[in-house]
């Protein structure tokens, strides 16, 4: 490893281990009532914001499992466990089974909708918590969540409907890309934590449904927009995000292994192109929020989550190729992250102008995630 990959190897783990994870230890539990903060603000108080959401429950699970299976430090073993204490003990649907959406600060339901993007979140912060120790119960509650979403949100055109009231009761049949992304990692993580089969056809069922309408080979773009029908929506239809692009081009590889054909990485290797070439600004760095499928821009702010993607495709493009040109791409993209994004106290800007001035002060509890998976990726391509 040359001197300024290791420096930046160094500035990686001090910014994550005595940062970012010690500020979410700190200030983003709430050690009053549990469960962590939706969102903190720039002074690291919590934002009144009277709710708690599935989504960064799950998230912030996978975050300190992974972070107490990387380190010894005993306080991210703690957390995790108070995390899936707490999402087992509020988030379950004791009645009709699957998990809620969302709880008040006392982690008394809120809103009961079964959400699929939440659902999502909760399978694969279950499959990292599991893997992490070894705790049967979280591989026993991502399987009973599994089988509910197939049997209930699972829809004859072949995709999962994004929601339903508590009993299930579906409330939209249209396809959204997002969540059954998210789905997909959710299986992923699980294959590699359990190594079921059951899970590797789920994942390639998900696959399958990117080839059919996700991805359109001709554009070489991933909608996300659609209606009931599989048919790209009539207003937002059009509306490409080119973080996800790199999402996809990530997990595609990732779960290589475990796909039945061939053309899936060359539809991961058209989508990383197509958002190398129209997503990022050329002039002054950073990915677009979101562009149209002629490469229009619709929304020239830059969220720090397309940001991570976009280092963990370059990063893993670097494992795979030991070329110099690849790891300095991805070391050049980490410090772009530092320059602009990251802040020492382990803070972040959440979101930049195209100028690179920032538009927002507020920390979601939903960005740790993306953090976090990002520089891992990128510690792994400095080491390889």
Known sequence: MDSAAAALRARIEDYLYRG???????????????????????????????YRRLTVLGRQLYVFSQAARSTSIPAF????HRAYDYLVRHFWDDRFGGWIFKVDLAGAPLDTTKDLYGHAFAMFGLAHYYGAFARREALEIARESNRLLKRHLLLPEGWFASA???????????????PHMHLLEAYVALVAASEEAAFREDANAIVDLFHRRLFDAKSGTLGEFFDEKGQPHHERGRRIEPGHHF???????????????????????ALFHWAERHGVDAEI???FDALDRDGRLIKDSKRIWPQGERIKAH?????????REERARTVALVQFLFDNYLLAD?????????????????LPGTSPYHIFLALSEALKALAA
Do not use: C, M
Request: charged residues 20%.
């Open 285 to 287: 760095g950073g990915v």
């Open 346 to 362: 382990g803070g972040w800007r959440e979101s930049l102008e195209r100028s690179l001035t920032p538009n927002a002060t507020a």
């Open 20 to 50: 970012l994870l010690p500020l979410w230890a700190e200030h983003g539990w709430d050690d009053a009532r549990g469960g962590f903060h939706e969102q903190l603000e720039a002074d690291h108080s919590p934002s009144p914001l009277g």
């Open 77 to 80: 073993a703690a957390l995790a």
């Open 247 to 269: 999402e996809w081009y990530w997990l595609l590889n990732e779960g290589a292994a475990l796909w039945r054909d061939a053309r899936t990485l060359r539809a991961a290797e």
């Open 164 to 178: 339903a009231a508590q009993d299930w009761s579906i409330v939209g049949a249209k396809l959204n890309q997002n």
């Open 315 to 323: 990063a893993l493009r670097a494992r795979a190729n030991a070329a």
